[in-house]
């Protein structure tokens, strides 16, 4: 890294990097004069090819483009009205000729596979054309999505489209703030009379949802959305929603309480290729239910016959990208195929010469380079999660700060799914001339999202992925190597709306060799728990015979059976228990679930559930600035005086926040991040009514730590773990080593007397799992699967990360 071989600054590693670029511009500038910019980015270039070189490969031919876009001129567009120009965007889209043949296909028969490129226009119009052709009179249009953002942000760009037609019925949307119990209106939304542009309005009662605005009357309503979404812990629906985006986690559960789709009459599972589990299930469910006449008598015997009515009016839709189409056809007794044309102009292909070491940091380089030796159009870099698309960010930052005005603006955008609603919708906003954008995201915007504009991939090769072993009943989140056909994919993005270029931070040969055709459903590589209690409760008891796409492997569903019997969730018959039915119903994982079922026992079912949301929203709760760290570290400590551990520590957090009525200064002054406190407030709000209906009483004793800490263990008895002299543990089952997260803020894991889990759960450890080193070790209890694993794929050394919600 360093090239005088010194170890460098260590508080900033890249200031050398820094200062040397800077001295090779000055260089530059120095030899082709001040103004000459062009021969000083020519030098620049010089400088980063000097690191990484590409060699092109192929140059993949597009389908041939018509281009039937005229090119509008600013002043016409500007003319236009906005909404005028959104319903002539759509029928530009590559969707729109086919629009009657489609809906005459999906009039004939139950279930359609449709294929068609991103971009083409399936997730934002296909809804919208069913609402038209009359689809949602006898019921809703539900459309899945395999990831929150997508969910959200299509629905969003849909109401926009469909805000449109219903222009006079939407007159501006005002957002609740939980704080000041006050409805704020944004200033582009007119306010009521009297108030004046921003002004407040204070309700009577707290609630989460949107409010809509009454020009005329001046009145504000909540908002009923026509178009609404859905994801776990917060709906945006309301009984007016006729178009229903929504994770496909969701539908699963909707299913749970309505096994007819009863509210619906087409149902569009979409990004089917990505093989979610959630999706898996969904599949296996609507086949053996008896929608379909198709299917109705073979797999009578299995489902829940006497639940689910005959709906041969429902329509089923399968859509996707990249679809192994026959696949899912034959799967669906040879559904009809629906191909929707793409447009690809051509995508030039480069791969390194040599395997990156670094990719973070190749694919830094790789912007750079690209912003300064290539022609105007924005980049897109396919990363694994936040953490990495934080610190690319920083690096990027860090190296462009000191060239000021010497290259155009670099706008750097992340998009990830704990990102504000109102920055995620930067990504979509047209780039400014002269400047170049550059869209740092996760596998989100493979398929999922549509960023216009895109005429550069960078593409390092990875993803995160789920892993399970079923032996140790471990899961990890690994970043994995991605298969040829997301490489395929992801350089795709590139040649939307011209041709494109694409640069792999790997060789060919790494392409060709190395990378498997597909990516390998999420059924067979995940922990099966919580899949197998949500069918049981189905009234699905032979999960051998189950008619799954692919089948999950007997290993991990005997796992999953074992666990959910250790948890008391089934009987030795494996039927589900009265435990097991309530467990069901929180849409959490079976061990957190349990916790709070236990919690009921132990009296403390209000603690319980608040540690249960602060969990829930990850690991995002504190705020670590990088110039008051110390600060941060401070302030945190706090909360863990008496060392409490780590989940006792979060229900401090969560109740001192309370105890200040919910303050923003509060958390301000704590390092503490006020949109996910908001967060969990709002998830233990509905924790807190679905104890309700599964008939536990609320019930609080903050005093008695080990009554709190025995609910937190007779959930996550499966994951205890002895700590080592070297400071790793190993699991108390399988003896297995495992680190907590080294970057992860909170590793939480929580301390506990080796005798409870004895008591706990006897079936499970006997006194000699835990005696025998009792005095010299402390025991800790790891939960929710915070645990790091070293692994050893395909030659390169990859550490996981920590498992996180979604
Ligand atoms: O689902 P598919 O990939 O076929 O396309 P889509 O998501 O329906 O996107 C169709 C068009 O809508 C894209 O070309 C985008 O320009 C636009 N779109 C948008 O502007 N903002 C969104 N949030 C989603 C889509
Ligand atoms: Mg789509």
Redesign the pocket.
């Known amino acids: 890294r360093y090239r005088d071989g010194s170890a460098g600054d260590k508080m900033n590693p890249f200031a050398e990097q820094e200062a040397w670029e800077d001295h090779q511009i000055q260089k530059a500038t120095l030899k082709y004069g001040s103004k000459n910019k062009k021969q000083i980015s020519d030098d620049y270039q010089f400088v980063f090819e000097d690191q990484i070189e590409f060699i092109k490969a192929t140059v993949e031919e597009g389908d041939k483009f018509d281009d039937e876009l005229a090119t509008e001129s600013l002043e016409e567009s500007n003319a236009k009205s906005a909404l005028e120009k959104l319903q002539e965007?759509r029928k530009t889209?590559p969707?729109y000729p086919y629009r009657d043949e489609l809906l005459k296909a999906i009039n004939d028969h139950q279930v359609i596979i449709i294929v068609?490129?991103?971009?083409?226009?399936?997730?934002?119009?296909i809804p919208q054309y069913l609402h038209e052709a009359g689809y949602t009179k006898h019921g809703k249009v539900g459309c899945t999505q395999p990831r929150r953002v997508a969910a959200m942000?299509?629905a969003?760009?849909v109401s926009q489209e469909m805000g449109v037609k219903l222009g006079h019925e939407v007159c501006g949307i005002c957002y609740y703030s939980q704080n000041s119990g006050s409805v704020a209106f944004p200033a582009n939304v007119p306010c009521p009379k009297g108030l004046g542009v921003g002004g407040v309005i204070t309700l009577k009662e707290p609630c989460t949802a949107i409010f809509q605005l009454h020009l005329e009357t001046s009145e504000v309503e909540k908002f009923q959305p026509l178009v609404g979404y859905s994801i776990r812990f917060e709906d945006c629906t309301s009984n007016k929603t006729v178009l229903k985006y929504m994770t496909d986690g969701m539908l699963l559960r909707e299913f749970l309480g309505e096994p007819d789709l009863a509210g619906y009459s087409v149902v569009m599972v979409?990004e089917a290729h990505e093989r979610t589990l959630s999706t898996d299930i969904l599949f296996g469910l609507v086949k053996a239910s008896r929608f379909f006449q198709l299917y109705s008598y073979n797999s009578f015997n299995i489902f829940m016959d006497d639940i689910a009515r005959f709906r041969p009016d429902l329509k089923l839709l399968i859509?996707s990208?990249t679809l192994d189409a026959e696949k899912f056809s034959d799967y669906f007794d040879s559904a009809p195929i629906f191909k929707i044309p793409g447009r690809r102009f051509p995508v030039e292909i480069h791969y390194t010469k040599a395997p990156e070491a670094d990719y973070l940091d190749a694919a830094v380089v790789t912007v750079l380079q690209i912003h300064v030796t290539q022609p105007p159009g924005d980049i897109l870099i396919f990363l694994t999660g936040q953490e990495e698309i934080e610190t690319a960010e920083e690096i990027m930052r860090q190296r462009t700060r000191g060239l000021g005005t010497k290259i155009a603006e670099l706008i750097i955008c992340p998009i990830y799914a704990n990102l504000p609603t109102e920055l995620q919708a930067k990504i979509?906003e047209p780039t400014p001339e002269g400047a170049r954008k550059v869209v740092l995201a996760t596998n989100i915007a493979e398929?999922?999202?549509?960023i216009?504009g895109i005429k550069y991939v960078i593409d390092p090769g990875f993803c995160k992925m789920n892993s399970y072993n079923p032996r140790t009943g471990m899961e990890s989140l690994l970043v994995t190597p991605i298969s040829k056909a997301s490489a395929m994919q992801r350089a795709g993005r590139s040649g939307?709306t011209g041709p494109g270029k694409c640069f792999r931070l790997y060789t060919a040969y790494n392409y060709l060799h190395d990378l498997e055709d597909n990516t390998i459903p999420e059924i067979q590589r995940t922990n099966l728990a919580n899949v197998v209690l949500t069918l049981k409760s189905l009234g699905i008891h032979d999960l051998i015979n189950f008619d799954f796409m692919d089948p999950p492997p007997s290993e991990a569903l005997l796992k999953a059976l074992e666990l959910l019997f250790a948890l008391s969730a089934l009987n030795k018959l494996g039927e589900l228990t009265k435990v097991g039915r309530r467990m069901a119903e929180f849409p959490l994982d079976p061990m957190l679930s349990k916790m709070i079922v236990a919690s009921d026992k132990y009296k403390c079912s209000d603690e319980i559930i608040s540690i249960a949301a602060m969990l829930s929203v990850g690991n995002s709760i504190f705020y670590r600035p990088k110039d008051k760290q110390v600060h941060a570290d401070n302030a945190r400590m706090n909360f863990h005086t008496g060392n409490v551990g780590d989940h006792i520590a979060l229900l401090k957090v969560y109740n001192s926040w309370k105890e200040t009525n919910y303050s923003t200064q509060w958390c301000y002054e704590n390092y503490i991040q006020v949109r996910s406190m908001k967060r969990a407030r709002d998830v233990r709000d509905q924790l807190e009514g679905l104890l309700e209906r599964v008939e536990i009483e609320l019930s609080s004793s903050p005093n008695d730590l080990d009554a709190i800490k025995k609910s937190i263990t007779s959930g996550f008895f499966p994951h205890s773990a002895r700590l080592q002299k070297n400071g790793s543990y190993k699991t108390v089952k399988h003896s297995q080593t495992v680190h907590i997260h080294p970057s992860s803020g909170l590793s939480q894991v929580t301390e506990l007397k080796p005798d409870w889990l004895v008591e706990i759960a006897p079936h499970y450890y006997q006194m000699k799992d835990v005696e025998d080193r009792m005095l010299s070790f402390s025991l800790s209890l790891c939960v929710y699967l915070r645990a790091c694993v070293r692994v050893l794929l395909k030659g390169l050394n990859i550490i996981a990360v920590q498992a996180c919600n979604e």
């Open positions: 965007d889209l969707i068609g490129e991103t971009g083409s226009g399936k997730t934002t119009q942000s299509v969003a760009r979409d859509s990208a979509f398929t999922s999202l549509t216009d939307r």
